[in-house]
């Protein structure tokens, strides 16, 4: 319903646009892969398969001429300049207005780059800057092999999700080693959980 509703903005906004759908990270990385020429990508942070700012990371690292906007839920001022230190050009809540999105896209489009005010008030997470800068050297293969290496995953079960054998998947943990410049797994993952999101928190019940 979200998908539609955005895609139908921005038709009567960009006449002659052509809008392309996704619903998981794994489509909307084919959809990148396949199509030549993207003028923007907009990205829900709930999508199935972002792990948390990892699809950001993995799209800004892989696609670094797409702008990126965020469509989210989320309102963490943290969350949000977390998003827009990896690379985001707009984070736009999902309560705003279909006009308002589409006056931000245009903007993006424009070349612009909109932080949220309170985005702006919250300090940048600089450990999780310099591992975007480190990781940006991975593969998007690398990256889900990461993603899935942060979620606990032993390299058979990597294996058997991403549909490879078991040394495939030790060469792309050697290799994401080295470009991440660390010795261990262990410390692979504690990198990659600056991605991570917290759990929204439940309203205190009076």
């Known amino acids: 319903m979200v998908r539609d509703a955005l895609g139908t903005a921005l038709r009567q ?30 990205l829900d942070l709930d999508m199935p398969g972002m792990d948390g700012l990892t699809g950001v990371a993995t799209v800004r690292a892989t696609y670094p ?32 207005s279909l006009d308002s999105i589409a006056r931000v896209v245009k903007a993006v489009l424009d070349g612009e780059v909109l932080m949220p005010p309170e985005a702006e008030a919250a300090e940048s997470d600089e450990e999780a800057i310099d591992f975007a800068r480190r990781a940006a050297q991975l593969t998007p293969q690398q990256w889900r092999v990461l993603a899935l290496m942060a979620q606990g995953r032993l390299n058979k079960q990597i294996a058997y999700e991403l549909s490879v054998g078991e040394p495939t998947v030790k060469a792309h943990v050697t290799t994401i080693l080295r470009k991440l410049g660390v010795r261990s797994r262990t410390q692979a993952v504690i990198l990659a959980r600056h991605l991570a999101l917290e759990p929204p928190k439940e309203p205190v019940k009076p």
């Open 13 to 42: 906004s960009f006449p002659g646009a052509r809008i392309a759908t996704a619903g998981s990270m794994t489509e909307t990385l084919a959809l990148l892969e396949r199509e030549a020429e993207i003028d923007a990508l907009l």
């Open 65 to 96: 001429s797409v702008p990126v906007v965020i469509v989210s839920a989320a309102r963490d001022a943290g969350v949000m300049r977390r998003a827009m230190d990896l690379g985001a050009s707009a984070f736009i809540p999902k309560s705003a």
